[in-house]
């Protein structure tokens, strides 16, 4: 039942007042008729109608106008609190996270872990350890829980797992300070992310202040490797701290790769050109009369082939720029707090700080409008006269990266 406010004067009354007929204030949710054949009043949607009978007395008709005035304030007050009390103190700012999946898998039952209660020294920062995997926005929830079935799947075992060996520990970037791991894959914006870091550690108090040269000297940012732990801290910093790695379609990688180590090769680094590409012209190329530098061809078989790591071992740790996400970071092996993708990094990158804790001190680079979107034409041209057989055996080595964070196979190159 809803709230009734009913006046009526007696015939008695009316007659001492002098009122010809009777006034009637109705608030009521339903459309039931009044008792007594009164003059019926309704309620609809929080709004309330008002029956006015004639009356010859003015003072009371005065009198009525401040009783409704008086509801609706009451009314208004009423609403106000509701909107207060049942807001959302949790939303994650004023851009929601989108429900759009970036890949489609078969979703089996979401695993919640138990809340865990870490040694007070050892307390994380980041809201991704609070235990409940629906905190998370449902993309990343779906990134994850493909990423682990990927990492059952035994058909694929040799291409998803890896030992979690010195190179890859050499790969992670510890911040202590708030309980931070990042694992480098390069060509997807690191250098960015390094940036982050370099001020959480407080080598730096701002991003623009940090000098372009300084960021990927190791000896001078301030980052150290999670390699240069022991091992108990090594595995202590592994199961507490909050984890994350940055990936983009595997082949637009390596087209990145290849253009910033032997194209352009803005930093000045010269052994790419003068001790790399030689020896990988030496063995891959097949027109040996061809003097023109190396070219995408010549790279793509180098990495098609299964029997490339007697390359690799001479290429030393340089190889981190084209080499697989497994073997950067052991995705299967070490359990990831959350894994960006660099086509949503708009996106991601805010969600990334605010689920480690860290939104309120440093904020992402500003993202060059368009820099992160997929480009099919560009990676249909640079594939464009390499032979489906070397094309295939690229995919061949890649497919575990292409599986495991949800890239499509890239059809129009295999078949």
């Given at each position: 039942m809803g709230l009734v406010l009913l006046w009526e004067s007696s015939r008695e009354e009316a007659a001492s007042l002098g009122i010809q007929r009777r006034w009637l204030l109705l608030w009521e949710p339903s459309e039931e008729k009044l008792p007594g054949g009164l003059d019926q009043a309704y309620f609809y949607a929080g709004s309330a109608s008002f029956i006015w009978l004639t009356s010859d007395n003015m003072h009371h008709q005065w009198l009525l106008l401040a009783a409704c005035f008086w509801v609706i304030f009451m009314f208004m007050v009423a609403s106000k609190f509701i909107t207060l009390t049942f807001k959302d103190p949790d939303g994650y700012g004023a851009k929601q996270e989108p429900l759009i999946l970036t890949a489609v898998t078969k979703v089996e039952e979401v695993h919640v872990p138990e809340e865990k209660h870490w040694p007070e020294e050892f307390q994380p920062t980041g809201k991704a350890f609070s235990g409940n995997l629906i905190r998370q926005p449902l993309v990343h929830m779906e990134r994850l829980e493909l990423l682990r079935n990927v990492c059952r799947d035994t058909a694929l075992r040799d291409l998803s797992h890896t030992a979690v060996s010195k190179f890859v520990l050499d790969r992670i970037f510890v911040?202590?300070?708030?309980?931070?791991?990042?694992?480098?894959?390069?060509?997807?914006?690191?250098?960015?992310?390094?940036?982050?870091?370099?001020?959480?550690?407080?080598?730096?108090?701002?991003?623009?202040?940090?000098?372009e040269n300084i960021v990927h000297d190791h000896e001078k940012n301030g980052l150290p490797r999670l390699s240069s732990f022991s091992d108990s801290e090594i595995k202590?910093?592994?199961?507490?701290?909050?984890?994350?790695?940055?990936?983009?379609?595997?082949?637009?990688?390596?087209?990145?790769?290849?253009?910033?180590?032997?194209?352009?090769?803005?930093?000045?680094?010269p052994w790419y050109r003068h001790e790399i590409a030689p020896g990988i012209i030496r063995k891959y190329r097949k027109n040996r009369t061809e003097t023109k530098g190396l070219q995408f061809e010549d790279f793509v078989r180098y990495l098609g082939d299964p029997n490339h790591r007697w390359l690799d071992v001479q290429f030393g740790d340089h190889i981190i720029h084209w080499v697989t996400y497994v073997e950067l970071c052991a995705p299967c092996e070490i359990t990831y707090s959350v894994i960006g993708h660099h086509e949503t990094l708009e996106d991601d990158a805010p969600y990334i700080l605010k689920a480690a804790g860290i939104d309120h001190l440093v904020s992402y680079?500003?993202?060059?409008?368009?820099?992160?979107?997929?480009?099919?034409?560009?990676?249909?041209?640079?594939?464009?006269?390499?032979?489906?057989?070397?094309?295939?055996?690229?995919?061949?080595?890649?497919?575990?990266?292409?599986?495991?964070?949800?890239?499509?196979?890239?059809?129009?190159?295999?078949?």
């Open positions: 911040c202590d300070k708030h309980k931070i791991l990042f694992c480098q894959t390069p060509k997807v914006g690191n250098t960015q992310w390094k940036k982050v870091l370099i001020v959480l550690n407080g080598a730096f108090s701002s991003i623009e202040e940090i000098p202590k910093r592994l199961n507490l701290y909050f984890k994350f790695f940055i990936v983009r379609d595997p082949f637009e990688r390596l087209i990145s790769a290849f253009k910033d180590k032997f194209v352009h090769n803005p930093r000045f680094e680079p500003t993202i060059p409008p368009g820099i992160t979107v997929y480009n099919r034409t560009k990676v249909e041209r640079y594939f464009s006269g390499i032979s489906k057989r070397d094309i295939r055996r690229l995919y061949a080595r890649f497919e575990g990266d292409f599986k495991l964070f949800g890239y499509r196979e890239p059809d129009f190159l295999l078949n």
